[in-house]
């Protein structure tokens, strides 16, 4: 296991655990000020859903690239479909915020 093995591992580990601090903290703040309520849910549901389908399509798109012969590596294809996931949940969430 050379240097660069062992960063990548500890920042993925370092990454989700201070990003699973975040949406812990930032929960309980929104809890104390009352801010977990009906809207909050129906906002967080709606844009969880429709990320799901801009991933779902993503997925599509890069199975049709692949059967066109383009050559893709798992960590791309992987690091991709998170930046989709992520990406699409954030817009999504805004677009509702914004909606509702």
Known sequence: MNIEQIS???GILVGAS???LGVWWG???A????????RFK???AKSHSTSWFI??????CLFILYL???????????????FIQ??????????????Y
């Open 8 to 10: 990548g591992f500890l």
């Open 18 to 20: 201070f990003g699973g």
């Open 27 to 29: 929960l309980k703040k």
């Open 31 to 38: 809890a104390k000020n009352r801010g977990i309520d009906e």
């Open 42 to 44: 129906v906002i967080f």
């Open 55 to 60: 991933t779902l399509g993503s997925i599509y």
């Open 68 to 82: 066109l012969g383009v050559e893709f590596s798992v960590p791309f294809v992987l690091g991709i479909l998170i």
């Open 86 to 99: 992520l990406g699409g949940y954030t817009l999504s969430y805004y677009f509702y915020h914004k909606k």
